[in-house]
């Protein structure tokens, strides 16, 4: 069986690309439907300084859980092991109708172990998470 050589009329050498751009676009299309189209985020308010010459009185119903750069946490001013921190905020926020707690970390501190606070602190219940800014001393 010989190719057709030059304008001879007879079998053609190429090769016939119409069905594999058809099986193109369909996963095309398939993995355009897949994906998903919600991101699925944490809702973020940037803190906003407060207004000048106005001080704050200390909320006495604040609870605040630090994180220190050597990874001790505390709530408020007690000390409180990592292991044993959402059972702590259970028992605080079980009777309590406001749902609020802030997070203050250390400058230096990865931003992994500031959403596993978080973490453990949306599965005791807790409401609305605020972070505390650090001013770091130049």
Known sequence: MGMAVGGAKGPKS????????DILL????????VTPTKK?????RVPQPPP???EAAPNLDMIVVTVNAD??????T?????????ERLQKIYGARANKNLFIRGAGRLP??????????AKGAGVGDIGLI?????G
């Open 14 to 21: 190429d090769i016939n690309i119409t069905p594999y751009i």
């Open 26 to 33: 369909v996963l095309l299309i398939i993995f355009m439907v």
């Open 78 to 86: 007690e000390p409180v092991d990592i292991n044993v921190l959402q």
């Open 40 to 44: 699925h985020d944490l809702d973020v």
């Open 71 to 76: 990874m001790s946490i505390q709530i408020n």
């Open 52 to 54: 000048p010459n106005t």
């Open 111 to 120: 931003y992994g172990q500031v959403v596993n606070i978080i973490d453990k």
């Open 133 to 137: 800014t650090v001013e770091s001393k």
